[in-house]
């Protein structure tokens, strides 16, 4: 046991490892974020005016973790992209030749690929706790939480998405779909109830474990602001995130140890 | 009896249509250096690799030690270690920083690690690029970064795909000695190469492997005597040569068998020299120019192509 945490802390370090890789795409994800928060949001929240049961919604503030929710879910998503390189480099090969058992290697890589990835954020969650002047600790420590169950969950799938399809390609297109899919049909950008009138619109958001964690980080940035608008009770929102992180987990556990072989097909 | 390392049985492996290995059966004893040679696409990669735990056969089974590579991967992983053909790392890996991670992996202490990874390093000239990307790195010493993890992790089982396929020959002769010192130090080998003089130099025993079946086995001399004839006349022509003209040789030289493949004629024969005059008349009545003639003890290459080279029955078609 003792041996197993050994080694999925080196398997994580995999991950953190590459952090400095992506500098200039940082740079760009931040700038862009910048722009979102002091222009778009300023601009849009002019625009937009939603009136729910608790009254009227302070539209920037809810964009703006929307805009952050986004930006941690196309980061932890390109982890995919990460795995079908290595797949294609032998790298995974490499890893599954090594003294480490199946179960430890793809929790190390599910949690170091969500780390990484949440670590990536920080700058985004940043300029988010300053625009919203966040400044009590415990949700600052929750939103932290709830970032990186995100980050993990992501991860997780986008990891076991790639292993399955083994292909940079077909990773791309369902990569893609996935991405504008499921930023578009969750409340990221909307609040529920502000798309009931679209039926399909809101029972996709209302499934959507993206929606949850967006309003999730909303209810524990401010606990107040956002009552009205969100897509559940804290609590079941919650438990959902945090079964979301589980099943994603054990997903690419079980496939792992089950199916995964070596080899790259073209 | 010696002790089994690795034993194959009926392994076949499949990607998709292509059989990369098909039937193999193959004890590998506890001990030895064993070389496994074979032209490319042999399907000796795959094997290593199956062994390894990356792959998984399509049918069969094989053991390392005792344990099934599909049931029971943990307990094989633990006792192998393998470099891989192509060198793995990432582009913006540096040799130093990866080193130490697998070393640490394998079961070093970070301390231990560090101190390891630098003794094998600069014994193999790496030291000096320990820090640069591995983009940066030249073929050979990308190759000897590979190498270099079998060296510091030391594994029961230590498979090494093409070690010097890349290498100058200076290093590859210090490869060579590091390996049997690891070999003397209570490691198995496997080394699978399509260089004779490498399996030959290196070997207890070699195995043949051709189109994903093993053609021969045994030691490097048991080898060369399964070689049937004791002699090869080696006749270089210019132009055609007909097939009568063949049969003639053959009846006439009474050969054990006859190749014909780029304009080379290999006669497998006894008494080599009494009968290359024989061959020269008729291939003379026959209008065929000679270029060079030549008879030869068998060299492992000898034996590489008896078992693996174009067969006369399908140079004729
Ligand atoms: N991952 C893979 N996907 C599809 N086909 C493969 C894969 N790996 C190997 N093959 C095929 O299997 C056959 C055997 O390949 P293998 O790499 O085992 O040969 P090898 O003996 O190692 O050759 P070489 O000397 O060139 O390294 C080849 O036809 C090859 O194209
Ligand atoms: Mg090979």
């Known amino acids: 046991m003792k041996e197993d945490i050994r080694v999925l802390i080196l398997v994580m370090l995999w991950d953190i490892r590459k952090l400095g890789r992506y500098k200039f795409f940082l740079a760009m994800r931040f700038t862009w974020f910048l722009v979102q928060v002091l222009v778009f949001g300023l601009l849009v929240s002019a625009m937009v005016s939603i009136r729910g049961p608790g009254g009227l919604l302070d539209y920037y503030k809810f964009y703006i973790i929307g805009a952050y929710t986004a930006v941690l879910f196309s980061i932890s998503i ?49 300029v988010t706790i300053l625009a919203l002047k966040v400044q009590n600790p415990i949700a600052l420590l929750a939103m932290t939480l709830v970032s990186l169950l995100l980050a993990v969950s992501v991860s997780g ?102 199916k995964i072989e070596g080899g790259y097909s073209r | 009896m010696s002790r089994v390392a690795v034993r194959i049985r009926d392994f076949v492996k499949k990607f998709g249509n292509v059989v990369a290995v098909n039937g193999l059966n193959l004890d590998v004893f506890d001990g030895e250096i064993f070389g496994f040679l074979g032209p490319n696409g042999s399907g000796k990669s795959t094997t290593l690799l199956t062994i390894a735990t990356v792959y998984k056969p399509t049918r069969g089974d094989i053991e390392v030690y005792g344990f099934s590579v ?24 540096k040799p130093y920083e990866l080193l ?24 193999l000239g790496l030291w000096e690029h320990r820090n640069k990307l591995f983009s940066e790195l030249s073929g050979g010493t990308r190759k000897k970064v590979e190498i270099a993890k079998l060296f510091i992790q030391k594994p029961k089982l230590a498979i090494f795909d093409e070690p010097t396929a890349q290498l100058d020959v200076t290093t590859k002769h210090l490869v060579w000695s590091k390996i049997r010192d690891m070999n003397r130090e209570g490691s198995t080998i496997i080394v699978a190469t399509n260089d004779t003089f490498e399996a030959e130099r290196l070997s207890d025993r070699v195995g043949i492997i051709y189109r994903g079946t093993l053609k021969a086995l045994g030691s490097p001399s048991e080898l060369k005597d399964m070689i049937p004839g004791g002699d090869i006349i080696e006749i270089r022509v210019e132009g055609f040569i007909s097939g009568n003209a063949l049969r003639k040789i053959e009846d006439a030289l009474e050969t054990k068998r006859l190749d014909l493949s780029n304009g080379t004629l290999k006669a497998y024969v006894n008494r080599g020299e009494e009968k290359v005059a024989l061959a020269l008349e008729i291939l003379m009545r026959e209008n065929v120019k000679v ?23 399908e140079v004729r078609g």
């Open chain 1, 78 to 126: 390109m982890k995919g992209y990460d795995i079908a390189e290595e797949i294609e480099d032998g790298l995974i090969d490499y890893q599954l030749s090594l003294p480490i058992k199946r179960r430890v290697l793809a929790l190390g890589r599910a949690l170091g690929g969500g780390l990484a990835s949440f670590t990536y954020s920080t700058p985004m969650l940043a």
């Open chain 1, 157 to 258: 799938l986008a990891v076991s998405i790639a292993l399955i399809l083994k292909s940079g390609d077909r990773l791309d297109i369902l990569m893609g779909v996935s991405d504008a899919l499921l930023i578009r049909l969750s409340t990221i950008f909307y609040p529920a109830v502000a798309m009931a009138a679209v039926s399909l619109y809101y029972y996709a958001a209302k499934v959507n474990p993206i929606s949850y964690a967006a309003d999730m980080l909303r209810y524990v940035a401010e606990p107040g602001e956002f009552s009205g608008f969100l897509v559940a009770d804290p609590l079941i929102m919650f438990s959902l995130i945090a079964g979301f992180a589980a099943t994603s987990t054990i997903a690419s556990i079980v496939l792992l140890e089950r």
């Open chain 2, 70 to 93: 599909t049931r029971n991967g943990d307990a094989v992983r633990k006792l192998i270690g393998i470099a891989f053909q192509e060198p793995k790392a990432l582009w913006v890996d």
């Open chain 2, 100 to 123: 130490v991670w697998h070393a640490m992996v394998v079961g070093y202490s970070l301390i231990d690690s560090r101190r390891v990874v630098r003794d094998v390093m600069e014994e």
């Open chain 2, 291 to 313: 270029r060079s003639v030549a008879v030869k003890e068998p060299s492992l290459d000898e034996v590489f192509f008896y078992f693996t080279g174009a067969k006369l029955e």
